[in-house]
């Protein structure tokens, strides 16, 4: 079986510009994790979704957005990017995102913003 | 709020060497515990878990044992190889406001010399 796939692999943008990052979450799950890693420092949470309803948000600002779709792929959006977002965007899918469950990550989006 | 504490990185050691890094953590309620590898240029990998206390996860090789007493989760190896060189994160996750969030450790590096 796949496991979780992201895309694109790279990206490099300006500041001010919007990105929109893709995920698939392995078959069978229903839920889907946004983490984003600063280099040298662990994965920080950005947002849940389950059945396309967004679960939790983490401490970031409204410049970051997400949905889910029918098939249980997920977008991150990013408007207004600062040089700040220069980050790895992990997504992590899990079967019902209850606390016990397992997430497990896709090999991550590197975001570089000039 | 939730928190994860690693020892500082980075470790060096030689092949065949017992392996040691430590994680407590603090916590509300009743988290589960993950170790997570992340090799260069890549994702994060499960490499092991415990739901409850005293559990022991354990997985090629590595072991770690939930001290609820303690808040530890601990990772150990009796006999590391150069292939173990990676970075090491220890993460809890526990449900906050509806969502399963993870929260991670900051990371430690792992080097493995021949």
């Known amino acids: 079986d796949a496991g979780v796939t992201q895309s694109p692999t790279h990206l490099i943008k300006t500041r001010g510009q919007q990105v929109t990052l893709r995920c698939s979450p392995i078959?069978?799950?229903?839920?889907v994790s946004w983490y984003q890693q600063v280099l040298g420092q662990g994965p920080q949470f950005i947002f849940q979704?389950?059945?396309?309803?967004?679960?939790g948000r983490g401490n970031f600002p409204d410049r970051f957005s997400a949905r889910q779709f029918p098939n249980y792929s997920s977008e991150l959006n990013v408007n207004a990017l600062l040089l700040g977002d220069s980050a790895l965007y992990l997504c992590?899918?899990?079967?019902?995102?209850?606390?016990?469950?397992?997430?497990?990550f896709g090999p991550g989006t590197r975001l570089t913003v000039l | 709020g939730d928190s994860v504490t690693q020892m500082e990185g980075p470790v060096t050691l030689s092949e065949e060497a017992f392996l040691t890094i430590n994680c407590t953590y603090t916590?509300?309620?009743?988290?589960?515990l993950f170790w997570y590898v992340q090799y260069p240029g890549e994702g994060l990998q499960l490499l092991l878990k415990?739901?409850?206390?005293?559990d022991k996860g354990s997985n090629k090789g590595f072991e770690a044992t939930y001290r609820k007493e303690t808040t530890s989760f601990h990772l150990e190896k009796g006999s590391v190889q150069v292939s173990d060189s990676a970075v090491y994160f220890c993460?809890?996750?526990?449900?906050?406001?509806?969502?399963?969030?993870?929260?991670f450790g900051q990371g430690t590096r792992l080097t493995i010399n021949p």
């Open positions: 992590a899918s899990s079967g019902d995102g209850q606390g016990t469950d397992t997430q497990y």
């Open positions: 078959s069978g799950h229903k839920s």
């Open positions: 979704y389950y059945e396309k309803e967004e679960r």
């Open positions: 916590a509300t309620g009743y988290p589960s």
């Open positions: 415990a739901t409850k206390a005293d």
């Open positions: 993460a809890l996750s526990d449900l906050i406001q509806g969502a399963q969030k993870l929260v």
